[in-house]
Nanobody, 124 residues
């Protein structure tokens, strides 16, 4: 059972930056793809970014491409989401997710492990 704990959320002005972290309870470096999703109030949960177990492959939603960077430190069992040029529409609860396997899906329903979420609020 993999437990995920997100941190790093907060309130930031538009144009600012934040770095989210997701710490896993056990070694996820082998065979676990990791991803970030977000959910704004009254909206569905949407894909943000994903990374393969090795870190060699990354994927992004069009809305964050060029502004967000996903990375992982397998020695620390931690995944990061560096967010820059933040916009008010980035405001949401951000969730970390893990999936066993070499595939790196962008669909939330196939991820089996989830964190509790961290709030990101971007003021205009």
């Amino acid at each position: 059972q993999v437990q995920l704990v997100e941190s790093g959320g907060g309130l930031v002005q538009a144009g600012g930056s934040l770095r989210l972290s997701c710490a896993a309870s056990e070694r996820t470096s082998s065979n676990y793809a990791m991803a970030w999703f977000r959910q704004a109030p009254g909206k569905e949960r949407n894909f943000v970014a994903a990374i393969s177990w090795s870190g060699s492959n990354t994927y992004y939603a069009d809305s964050v491409k060029g502004r967000f960077t996903i990375s992982r430190d397998n020695a620390k069992n931690t995944v990061y989401l560096q967010m820059t040029s933040l916009k008010p529409e980035d405001t949401a609860v951000y969730y970390c997710a893990a999936r066993y396997g070499v595939l790196v899906p962008t669909t939330d329903t196939v991820y089996g492990y989830w964190g509790q979420g961290t709030q990101v609020t971007v003021s205009s």
